[in-house]
């Protein structure tokens, strides 16, 4: 080998990598969206796999309590940004997604997959119902994809 320093760095960095993350790290966490107002509720949000891998499918699950105008015209999506640009955004009806809507005022909980397509470095991820009159909300801190 030519320069065996560099050998030994790059062994490092495979075996770093081949350490898998969910071993030593916590879950991500989400946390209340800061947006003004009384129409914007929180949402309770998990991922699997966490943390997400670009060009794998990501399942959330996404937990709250409805008001009642949610209705089958509502929106379900997640959102993944950066300090400066929108990197991936991902909607659907909600009565697509869950299948016993319109909502009810009552507890909800439901699966939504996505497929990030490429993380940038550093990332936030937002998890938003829209409906009528009010929005659920709930966003990462900033995340690394290294
Ligand atoms: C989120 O989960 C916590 C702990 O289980 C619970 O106390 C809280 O009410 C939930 N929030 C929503 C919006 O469902
Ligand atoms: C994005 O903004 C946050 C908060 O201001 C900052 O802590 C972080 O370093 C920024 N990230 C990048 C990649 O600029
Ligand atoms: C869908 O919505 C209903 C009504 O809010 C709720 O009871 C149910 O847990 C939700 N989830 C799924 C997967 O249908």
Not at 16 to 40: M, V, W
Request: with cysteine; glycine share 4%.
């Amino acid at each position: 080998m030519k320069h065996p320093i560099f050998a030994l760095f790059f062994a490092l960095v495979i075996i770093n990598n081949a350490i898998p993350h969910g071993l030593s790290k916590r879950s991500t966490e989400f946390y209340p969206c800061s947006l003004d107002g009384p129409q914007t509720l929180p949402l309770n949000v998990t991922m699997s796999p966490d943390p997400m891998v670009s060009g794998q499918d990501t399942t959330f699950i996404i937990s709250g309590t409805a008001k009642t105008d949610t209705t089958i015209k509502a929106s379900v999506a997640i959102y993944i940004y950066t300090n400066t640009s929108s990197v991936g955004s991902y909607e659907d009806r909600l009565c697509n997604v869950n299948k016993s809507c319109p909502m009810k005022d009552a507890a909800f909980k439901f699966p939504y997959t996505i497929k990030p397509e490429s993380l940038p470095a550093d990332y936030y991820i937002a998890a938003w119902i829209q409906t009528k009159i009010y929005q659920y909300c709930a966003k990462t801190h900033q995340l690394s994809s290294k």
